[in-house]
């Protein structure tokens, strides 16, 4: 109510967004990093589970790793050559019709 007695309306405080980095919930690596510091050997556990999760990594063979090599140097050049044409095509075409 305003002094002489009417009803008036007021603004709420603008709340800072919950995400991105002007929110109040924090980033998941430093909640990670609470989650290590605050339990005792916690540290000793995260590692133990990182090496576990590892081990059950399916692991490429060197046949394999190389086959995969190949193929994408191979994509990756091809695309680069087409790119590379089609750049010098436009930049041709653009000193052609603008001089």
Known sequence: MSESGTAVAQRPEPQPASGGRGGK?????RRLGRWVTSRPGATALYWRQVVNELRKVIWPTRKELITYTTVVV??????????SLLDIGFAKAVLQVFG
């Open 25 to 29: 919930r924090p980033g998941p690596f």
């Open 74 to 83: 191979v994509f990756v050049s091809v695309m680069t050559t087409i790119v």
